[in-house]
C-alpha cells in the first residue's frame, strides 16, 4: 500500500471526483453514496458537495463555471479531489471496507 500511497501523493494537481472514484476503485455513484455516507459528502439541490470543513482542510476545492444555453444562463459546479486529498480517501475508503468486511 505504501507505494499505491506514495504514487497518489505524485499524481500532479487535483483530479475531478469522477476521476478520483476511479482510481480508487469505484464507480461514481457508488463513490457518492459512500462519501454521503461516511458524512464527507451532503447533497444539496441535486448536487453531491463535500462539507467546508473537508475544502478547509485542502482535500477538495470546488469550482463554478458559468455557461449560457439557449440564451440561459446557468451555473456548473465542479469539485476537484486535490492530491492530498485523494491520499486521505484512500485511508479512509480502505478504513470503511475494512469495517464493514467486519
Known sequence: AE??????????????????????????KNFFALMRGMGIFFYDNGINLPKQKYINEGYFFVKTENYTRNGEDYTYTRIFVTAKGLVWLEKKTKTAALEEAC
Do not use: C, M, Q, Y
Open 3 to 28: 507505494n499505491s500511497l506514495a504514487r497518489l501523493a505524485d499524481a500532479n494537481g487535483e483530479k475531478t471526483v469522477k476521476e478520483a472514484a476511479k482510481i480508487l476503485g469505484f464507480g461514481e
